[in-house]
Structure formats: structure tokens, C-alpha cells
């Protein structure tokens, strides 16, 4: 399996500001995935990052709120932008593997 | 639209004792996966099995079994001889066709008392 990386593991973060998670694979991956997983929730898809084109976002994500960049084949970032308590959650990447589907150890947010 | 119901919200059981997590799907695709996450209290998410909804034969791992039913669309999981170390929230998901996007359901979590 894919071994992937996040930077932070977690921030404390005034509101208003903005963070940038940052996800590492240790392959080539076609497709990497962002996900939020809220205080004490499931987890929810927030995009679909496929390098060499725009990011898809699902419903009720936008990408002024939570833009992504894919450079390559193995790297990506989602950026937190203009921050509130709400957006308090876990942030992690995933990508698709021969076997499965793979996560990172996720980034723990928290907006004061 | 796909679904994926996690009836069960939370679980007790003393160590040793057998716990099976229900997974109920639905999906109108006649290809997807099922899949088994583990999230212990350190928050990260391990990946237990993938099943393809072409593959029905149930799968054991260890201490771990799945019973996958398309008839009643369950992708049931079995730990049997629990230990405390089993003590985690346990989700169910789902992806359909080949976009890989994973719909979750809510999660049971498994509390092993010693």
C-alpha cells in the first residue's frame, strides 16, 4: 500500500486565517482524494484532485472556500481559506491503491 | 445516489466476546465496492478490506470475518474473540464504478471492556 504523508498533523488557527495541508504519496497516484471528517461525524468527501486539471468538488464544497493544488503525481494541498470555528474538523487525503483505498494520518484543525 | 446505513451507533462487549457490525448499502450500480475502515482513539484510519460487488465469497482474516449478502445488500463484519485493542469506531463505505469516491456511513463505535 501507498504510504502517505500530511503537513501539519494538526494547527490551532485564529479565524479569518487561512492553512494550508499539504499530502504526500510515496508512488505515482491518478487520483487523490480530500475528505473532512467534522467532531465526532463521519467522514465527507470534499474533492477529487486529478493532477493536470481542476480539482471536482462535490456538493456544498466551493473552491474559493477550499482551493487545491495538484502539481503532480504525487503531491497535493487543500487550503482552509477565511476560517471559522465550524470549520473545526479533521482534514485527510486518500488515494486509490491496487487493493484499496489508502488515507493519511489527517491534519487536526481547530479555528478559535 | 448511494447510502450506506450504520444502524448500530455503539457497541459494548467484554473482551473475548464475538461483536458484528452491520452495513446496509444502496446503490442502483451493479459495479461497487465495500469497504472496512478502522479509526482507533489516535484518529487515524486503517484500512481492513475492499470487495467488489462481483465477489460475494465471504472473507476471514485472523480474528476478522465479512459477510457480504447482495441479496439483502449487507457487507456485515465479524470480530471474533474481541480484545481491547479492537476498541475503535468502525465505518462502512462505499464506492460505485471507477470514480473511487467513497461514501461513508456513520460509523459504529466498539468499546472492549476488559
Same mark, same amino acid.
Not at chain 1, 48 to 75: C, H, M, W
Given at each position: 500500500s501507498a504510504v502517505i504523508s500530511q503537513k501539519p498533523s494538526r494547527d490551532i488557527c485564529q479565524r479569518g486565517t487561512s492553512l494550508t495541508i499539504q499530502c504526500q504519496v510515496d508512488s505515482q497516484v491518478t487520483m487523490m482524494f480530500w475528505y473532512r471528517q467534522q467532531p465526532g461525524q463521519s467522514l465527507t468527501l470534499i474533492a477529487t484532485a486529478n493532477q493536470g486539471s481542476e480539482a471536482t468538488y462535490e456538493s456544498g464544497f466551493v473552491i474559493d472556500k477550499f482551493p487545491i493544488s495538484r502539481p503532480n503525481l504525487t503531491f497535493s494541498t487543500l487550503t482552509v481559506s477565511?476560517? $471559522?470555528?465550524?470549520? $473545526?474538523s479533521i482534514y485527510l487525503c486518500s488515494v486509490e491503491g491496487w487493493e484499496g483505498q489508502f488515507f493519511g494520518p489527517g491534519t487536526r484543525l481547530t479555528v478559535l | 445516489a448511494q447510502k450506506v446505513t450504520q444502524a448500530q451507533t455503539e457497541i459494548s462487549v467484554v473482551e473475548k466476546e464475538d461483536v458484528t457490525l452491520d452495513c446496509v448499502y444502496e446503490t442502483r450500480d451493479t459495479t461497487y465496492y465495500l469497504f472496512w475502515y478502522k479509526q482507533p482513539p489516535s484518529g487515524e484510519l486503517v484500512f481492513l478490506i475492499r470487495r467488489n460487488s462481483f465477489d460475494e465469497q465471504n472473507e476471514i482474516s485472523g480474528r476478522y470475518s465479512w459477510n457480504f449478502q447482495k441479496s439483502t445488500s449487507s457487507f456485515n463484519f465479524t470480530i471474533t474473540?474481541?480484545?481491547?485493542?479492537?476498541?475503535a469506531v468502525y465505518f462502512c463505505a462505499l464506492s460505485v464504478g471507477n470514480d473511487y469516491k467513497l461514501s461513508f456511513g456513520a460509523g459504529t463505535t466498539v468499546t472492549v471492556r476488559a
Amino acid at each position: 500500500s501507498a504510504v502517505i504523508s500530511q503537513k501539519p498533523s494538526r494547527d490551532i488557527c485564529q479565524r479569518g486565517t487561512s492553512l494550508t495541508i499539504q499530502c504526500q504519496v510515496d508512488s505515482q497516484v491518478t487520483m487523490m482524494f480530500w475528505y473532512r471528517q467534522q467532531p465526532g461525524q463521519s467522514l465527507t468527501l470534499i474533492a477529487t484532485a486529478n493532477q493536470g486539471s481542476e480539482a471536482t468538488y462535490e456538493s456544498g464544497f466551493v473552491i474559493d472556500k477550499f482551493p487545491i493544488s495538484r502539481p503532480n503525481l504525487t503531491f497535493s494541498t487543500l487550503t482552509v481559506s477565511n476560517m $471559522s470555528p465550524e470549520d $473545526s474538523s479533521i482534514y485527510l487525503c486518500s488515494v486509490e491503491g491496487w487493493e484499496g483505498q489508502f488515507f493519511g494520518p489527517g491534519t487536526r484543525l481547530t479555528v478559535l | 445516489a448511494q447510502k450506506v446505513t450504520q444502524a448500530q451507533t455503539e457497541i459494548s462487549v467484554v473482551e473475548k466476546e464475538d461483536v458484528t457490525l452491520d452495513c446496509v448499502y444502496e446503490t442502483r450500480d451493479t459495479t461497487y465496492y465495500l469497504f472496512w475502515y478502522k479509526q482507533p482513539p489516535s484518529g487515524e484510519l486503517v484500512f481492513l478490506i475492499r470487495r467488489n460487488s462481483f465477489d460475494e465469497q465471504n472473507e476471514i482474516s485472523g480474528r476478522y470475518s465479512w459477510n457480504f449478502q447482495k441479496s439483502t445488500s449487507s457487507f456485515n463484519f465479524t470480530i471474533t474473540a474481541s480484545q481491547v485493542v479492537d476498541s475503535a469506531v468502525y465505518f462502512c463505505a462505499l464506492s460505485v464504478g471507477n470514480d473511487y469516491k467513497l461514501s461513508f456511513g456513520a460509523g459504529t463505535t466498539v468499546t472492549v471492556r476488559a
